[in-house]
Structures are given as structure tokens and as C-alpha cells.
């Protein structure tokens, strides 16, 4: 049995990184098949060497994190814990250098995957973003909050979001209501964000001056979106159509992040994904930048990045018998 330590004599941190009731220690211990014990001024870890390693590599990432944000969330371990098991490099500062933009509670919104770093820096680098994953890897909520930073810090000078209402058919005429009332079950993620991040009274005030806008697609067409921040979401369900109608909305001093999931298109049966088509189409065009996000930046309840991988193999199986049925004859 192999051992390491880890000093933590002057470490004001160390009641934080077992979590309550162990809970941090027990998820590590789990993961990695090691034994980590408080032992007077420092941490022993016991089992095999190679996750002995893995284990202290882990633990000092860890007090890292605290030590810059002051506290950790279970999902901060369980990242770290299934990239250190990958065998991938964990440089947690990458993380921990920039804020975005602060909510009106006062939280900083920051990355809290490598992946969504990546997201980040290129929607300070590109014009136009397309970031695509899977649920809860924080697509919309990071371009809306990068969004938001830039309309505050006068960037651009409105804020304009949009998604297709596909089960409205986009004509959204036969429900009840004014525009408004037909168009917000679609909307309501994106309205969630910026309440969060705004707060209501100060979002309301903006929508009323015309400097916050959400709307269906097919509103989009025929104007020139200029000097705005521009986010399009769930565009895995746009056609070809409606995506390039979008892009080509573009004016001087916007930005456009058009987000989405390729494995859950709603399209009607026959209809192509305008999404799917768009990375291809401009996959090796200057000024744009592509993130794929993975269930590594999963953010959300452990248990989705488990449903993710559960309908992955699923998935696998069922194209895997179809084969074999099509090559059985």
C-alpha cells in the first residue's frame, strides 16, 4: 500500500474541504478507491500508487479552489474528480481569473469547467459563437451573462434574444393572448436568466426602453440587427432557412452566440437541422468560433450527466441492432 500527505498546519481551509458531514472525502474515497485521513498537521492518503497520486493531485486542487472562491460546491469536486480520472490536467486558476458579471443578489458568475472557459474566450475573440452541448453545460445562462456584461459596460447598446417556437409552428396565431402572451412558454429560460442576473425592476425597465428584446424567430426577419448582443437559442431546431436569414441579420458593432443541442432536434420528420448544416457550412470561416461543450460541463444535478450517458448508450445500442437487422436483410 502506497502513501502520500499533504501539509495543512497553517490551512484555514481544511473544514471546507471535507464538506458536511465528510461528504467531499466520501465522494474522493469512492472515486479513486483511496483512504484520506486528517492525522494531527496533515492528510494521509492510503491505496494503491497510482491513485494515491491522483488522490493528492485532487486534494490540492481543491484547496486551490478555496482558497481563491472561499467555498466548494460538491459539483466543484466531482469535476475535478472525473478529470483527474481521465488522466487530463486540472489548471484550476484558468477558471478562477474572471468574473463576468455579478448578479443583482451580488454572486459572481464565472466559468466552472474548462470547457466553459473555452466558450467564454471565444465570445471575447469571435463575432459570432456557436456553442453546442448538451443540457445544463451553461450555454444560454454564459451568453446571456456575457451578454449582459457587455451591454454594462456599453459595448453595445441593446440586448436582443430570440429562439423558434417550433411547436407553434412559428406562426404562434392561433393562441390566445397578445404576442407576449403567445411567445413566453418559449422564452421563459431566457427570461429566468435575466431576472437573475438583472434583477425584475431593472429588466423591466430596460424591456421598456427598448434596450432588452425577446421575440420569436420569425420576428427577425427583414431587419438589421446593428450595435447589439444577439443571442439565438435552441437553434438546433431552426431550418436551413431560418439560420442563414438569422446570421445575415448581422449588423456593424453586434455580436450573434447561437446555441444549441444537435443530438435534440424537434424539428418536423424531413425538415434538416439548419444548426447541423451551419457547422459545416462555416466551420472554417475567420472570425467565428465553434465550442463544443461536453458532459464534462455538465452543471446542473449530478444524476443529468447520468441520463446523458444512459440515452448515449442507448442510442449506440439501438443504431448498433438496426445495423445488423439492415445487414441481415
Given at each position: ?127 459570432i ?37 417550433v ?32 434583477g ?11 434596450m ?30 431560418q ?39 462555416l ?9 463544443y ?5 455538465i ?6 450527466q ?9 442510442e ?11 445487414k441481415?436483410?
Open positions: 500500500m502506497a502513501e502520500e500527505f499533504i501539509d495543512i498546519q497553517r490551512d484555514p481551509y481544511i473544514s471546507s474541504l471535507f464538506g458536511r458531514l465528510d461528504e467531499n472525502i466520501k465522494v474522493i474515497e469512492a472515486g479513486l478507491g483511496t483512504k484520506i485521513r486528517l492525522e494531527e498537521n496533515r492528510l494521509a492518503i492510503y491505496g494503491d500508487e497510482e491513485n494515491t497520486e491522483k488522490t493528492k493531485k485532487l486534494l490540492l486542487t481543491l484547496i486551490e479552489i478555496l482558497k481563491q472562491q472561499k467555498k466548494l460546491h460538491i459539483s466543484d469536486v466531482r469535476y475535478c474528480l472525473d478529470l483527474i480520472k481521465q488522466g487530463k490536467n486540472i489548471n484550476i486558476s484558468q477558471l478562477m481569473d474572471k468574473i463576468v458579471v455579478y448578479t443583482s443578489m451580488g454572486r459572481g458568475i464565472r466559468a466552472k469547467t474548462l470547457g466553459q472557459k473555452r466558450y467564454l474566450d471565444a465570445m471575447e475573440k469571435n463575432d459563437v456557436f456553442g453546442i452541448g448538451p443540457a445544463g453545460t451553461g450555454k444560454t445562462y454564459l451568453a446571456m451573462a456575457n451578454a449582459i456584461r457587455a451591454f454594462k459596460n456599453k459595448e453595445v447598446n441593446r440586448i436582443i434574444l430570440t429562439r423558434p417556437a411547436e407553434a409552428g412559428e406562426s404562434l396565431g392561433f393562441l390566445p393572448g397578445d404576442l407576449q402572451m403567445k411567445v413566453d412558454p418559449y422564452l421563459r429560460p431566457l427570461y429566468d436568466a435575466l431576472f437573475e442576473i438583472f425584475y425592476d431593472t429588466y423591466q425597465k430596460y424591456v421598456e426602453k427598448g432588452i428584446e425577446i421575440a420569436p424567430l420569425a420576428y427577425m426577419r427583414g431587419r438589421t440587427l446593428d450595435g447589439a448582443y444577439v443571442i439565438l437559442d435552441e437553434a438546433q431546431n431552426t431550418t436551413n432557412e439560420m442563414k436569414m438569422f446570421l445575415t441579420r448581422l449588423g456593424y458593432g453586434s455580436k450573434a452566440i447561437i446555441t444549441g443541442d444537435i443530438t435534440q432536434v424537434d424539428l418536423p420528420r424531413g425538415k434538416q437541422s439548419g444548426l447541423k448544416s451551419v457547422l459545416k457550412i466551420k472554417d470561416v475567420n472570425g467565428i468560433g465553434i465550442v461543450l461536453t458532459r464534462n460541463d452543471v446542473r444535478h449530478p444524476l443529468v447520468r441520463i446523458i450517458d444512459a440515452y448515449d448508450r442507448w449506440k445500442k439501438s443504431n448498433e441492432i438496426k445495423g445488423e437487422e439492415k441481415n436483410g
